[in-house]
């Protein structure tokens, strides 16, 4: 089997944890004896190379930056890269004859780099989502129709938010992807889909998976003194943090619970990230509070074993977290928002705790009676834990994979129980 993935990000340069676990798959379909091919962006493409990123090539142009648009950009510099990262996909498919393209990550990539798939290889385009971006509008339809913030710039922006859309209409064209065959994270995010008008054909649940061997489940020792807490991913609003920190005033000021401590750990938005600062002085909350940056993948066990509970305050419908599964086998327990895909692993009470998202108090309640009941933690933990190991490792993840791909191909008469047709 040959495939060739598409891909905004790709590791090492990754924005979360989709990326990550599309390289997870393709090192393991290409130990598996496939052959695969990656097309992704130049986002980090600036950095040393990686000796081992052999097959992937770092040649897109993403439309917009990931902190500010850019509008002069779009006019000096679109449509030039557009064409040049169709150029990019039809040459590279057309160099491999890839039996299937495999879709990942599309955000702040032109949708028309997917309808170029799916007229290359009509029947054989498979996308797996873990975010709703075929229901969003893409950046810079986004932009332009979103009004400024200062009301002064209002008529500028329309007139030029009509020029910049008639532009993009222009090029492109109309954009009717097909979705015949795809990949869902979570039930949830299939709903959401369906119910945004996406018209997802064969679509497969298949639920991520985390290497074992790297978060190693390993029995824990009883936790005495500090309740050491963590967050650990992208320092946002619609992840909730804030909420965190509201919960812990509760708890130190209110519940008067000092033994505890808090490590944030992620990169984020600036602004965000200094409306957290100041909510920590304002509280009076630095002695809990421990902010550090992006850590890499491979340092999050060790990170991870510091803690005793992760906080998973989630705001927005999340497709799915990995986070949350790489903690439970570690043997933290989680205490999170059930929010989108989370409340298909998150069970409360079984394996975790819950509260109700954006819910301070309630999160606070949580993080007390956690503190106040080793031998619930304990419980919830080992459950938690049990359950990961059980049906969550990354092979399980990759043999669904291959199994729907390897479908996909004898449904065309590409392959046979024997293996790729002649």
Same mark, same amino acid.
């Not at 924005?15 to 986002?43: F, N, P």
């Not at 009509?162 to 009717?176: D, F």
């Given at each position: 089997?040959?495939?060739?993935?598409?891909?905004? &990000?790709?590791?090492?340069?990754?924005?979360?944890?989709?990326?990550?676990?599309?390289?997870?798959?393709?090192?393991?379909?290409?130990?598996?004896?496939?052959?695969?091919?990656?097309?992704?962006?130049?986002?980090?493409?600036?950095?040393?190379?990686?000796?081992?990123?052999?097959?992937?090539?770092?040649?897109?142009?993403?439309?917009?930056?990931?902190?500010?648009?850019?509008?002069?950009? &779009?006019?000096?510099?679109?449509?030039?890269?557009?064409?040049?990262?169709?150029?990019?996909?039809?040459?590279?498919?057309?160099?491999?004859?890839?039996?299937?393209?495999? @879709?990942?990550?599309?955000?702040?990539?032109?949708?028309?780099?997917?309808?170029?798939?799916?007229?290359?290889?009509?029947?054989?385009?498979?996308?797996? &989502?873990?975010?709703?971006?075929?229901?969003?509008?893409?950046?810079?339809?986004?932009?332009?129709?979103?009004?400024?913030?200062?009301?002064?710039?209002?008529?500028?922006?329309?007139?030029?938010?009509?020029?910049?859309?008639?532009?993009?209409?222009?090029?492109?064209?109309?954009?009717?992807?097909?979705?015949?065959?795809? @990949?869902?994270?979570?039930?949830?995010?299939?709903?959401?889909?369906?119910?945004?008008?996406?018209?997802?054909?064969?679509?497969?649940? @298949?639920?991520?998976?985390?290497?074992?061997?790297?978060?190693?489940?390993?029995?824990?020792?009883?936790?005495?003194?500090?309740?050491?807490?963590?967050?650990?991913?992208?320092?946002?609003?619609?992840?909730?943090?804030?909420?965190?920190?509201?919960?812990?005033?509760?708890?130190?000021?209110?519940?008067?619970?000092?033994?505890?401590?808090?490590?944030?750990?992620?990169?984020?938005?600036?602004?965000?990230?200094?409306?957290?600062?100041?909510?920590?002085?304002?509280?009076?909350?630095?002695?809990?509070?421990?902010?550090?940056?992006?850590?890499?993948?491979?340092?999050?066990?060790? $990170?991870?074993?510091?803690?005793?509970? $992760?906080?998973?305050?989630?705001?927005?419908?999340?497709? &799915?977290?990995?986070?949350?599964?790489?903690?439970?086998?570690?043997?933290?327990?989680?205490?999170?928002?059930?929010?989108?895909?989370?409340?298909? @692993?998150?069970?409360?009470?079984?394996?975790?705790?819950?509260?109700?998202?954006?819910?301070?108090?309630?999160?606070?309640?949580?993080?007390?009676?956690?503190?106040?009941?080793?031998?619930?933690?304990?419980?919830?933990?080992?459950?938690?834990?049990?359950?990961?190991?059980?049906?969550?490792?990354?092979?399980?993840?990759?043999?669904?994979?291959?199994?729907?791909?390897?479908?996909?191909?004898?449904?065309?008469?590409?392959?046979?129980?024997?293996?790729?047709?002649?």
């Amino acid at each position: 089997m040959r495939i060739f993935v598409l891909s905004n &990000f790709y590791p090492p340069h990754v924005i979360g944890g989709m990326e990550q676990r599309c390289k997870e798959a393709v090192d393991h379909l290409r130990s598996r004896g496939y052959q695969v091919w990656v097309l992704t962006s130049r986002y980090g493409a600036d950095a040393t190379p990686d000796p081992a990123d052999y097959d992937v090539f770092r040649l897109l142009t993403l439309e917009s930056d990931l902190v500010r648009y850019r509008p002069l950009h &779009f006019f000096q510099r679109w449509p030039q890269e557009e064409r040049e990262n169709l150029a990019h996909v039809r040459r590279l498919v057309g160099e491999y004859a890839p039996d299937l393209i495999f @879709i990942w990550g599309m955000w702040n990539l032109s949708p028309a780099l997917a309808q170029l798939a799916e007229d290359l290889l009509p029947g054989r385009v498979v996308y797996s &989502f873990a975010q709703d971006w075929p229901a969003q509008p893409d950046m810079h339809t986004a932009y332009w129709q979103t009004s400024p913030a200062h009301g002064w710039r209002n008529p500028a922006k329309r007139l030029l938010g009509k020029l910049a859309l008639q532009r993009v209409q222009r090029e492109r064209g109309e954009i009717h992807l097909r979705f015949e065959h795809a @990949i869902c994270v979570s039930e949830a995010l299939r709903q959401d889909l369906i119910e945004a008008g996406i018209p997802l054909g064969d679509c497969r649940i @298949i639920y991520p998976g985390i290497d074992l061997s790297v978060f190693r489940p390993t029995p824990r020792q009883k936790q005495t003194g500090q309740l050491s807490l963590l967050y650990a991913g992208n320092v946002a609003p619609h992840k909730g943090v804030h909420t965190a920190l509201e919960a812990l005033e509760i708890v130190v000021h209110e519940a008067e619970r000092q033994h505890i401590h808090l490590t944030i750990a992620g990169a984020g938005h600036p602004e965000y990230k200094d409306r957290l600062q100041r909510m920590v002085e304002s509280s009076g909350l630095q002695p809990y509070v421990t902010f550090i940056d992006w850590t890499p993948r491979a340092q999050m066990p060790d $990170l991870m074993r510091k803690a005793d509970v $992760l906080l998973f305050p989630s705001i927005w419908e999340e497709p &799915f977290s990995r986070v949350i599964l790489e903690a439970m086998a570690l043997g933290l327990v989680v205490i999170g928002a059930p929010t989108g895909g989370t409340r298909e @692993i998150l069970k409360e009470g079984a394996n975790g705790l819950t509260f109700p998202a954006e819910d301070a108090s309630a999160l606070a309640a949580q993080i007390v009676r956690l503190g106040d009941d080793p031998a619930l933690a304990s419980r919830l933990a080992a459950a938690a834990q049990q359950e990961v190991v059980a049906s969550y490792g990354i092979e399980q993840m990759v043999d669904r994979i291959e199994g729907y791909l390897l479908e996909i191909l004898e449904r065309q008469g590409l392959v046979t129980c024997q293996g790729v047709a002649q």
